[in-house]
């Protein structure tokens, strides 16, 4: 959930091959994006109210950030 320029919550465990949703509720755009090599994402401009989806690629641990609102920021763990 994307919401009060946020990420809720701030850290996830997933498991490789699951699909994390982003789901922004600001009345806003945001963005998500990981620079992390085996999951390497950006999910472009999203619009207020729009889902999308990123599928998590490989194990590892790393920081997914919105290009938009440099403040944000989500943990991600896979395994």
Known sequence: DQTGKT????????KVGDTITFKNNDPFA???YTDDEANEFDI?????????K??????GTFSVEC???????LEVNAK
Do not use: T
């Open 7 to 14: 990420f809720l919550p701030h850290s996830i465990d997933v």
């Open 67 to 73: 290009a938009i609102h440099p403040n944000m920021l």
């Open 54 to 59: 990123a599928k998590i690629l490989a194990p």
């Open 30 to 32: 945001h963005n998500a």
């Open 44 to 52: 472009g401009m999203q619009s207020p109210g729009k889902d999308i």
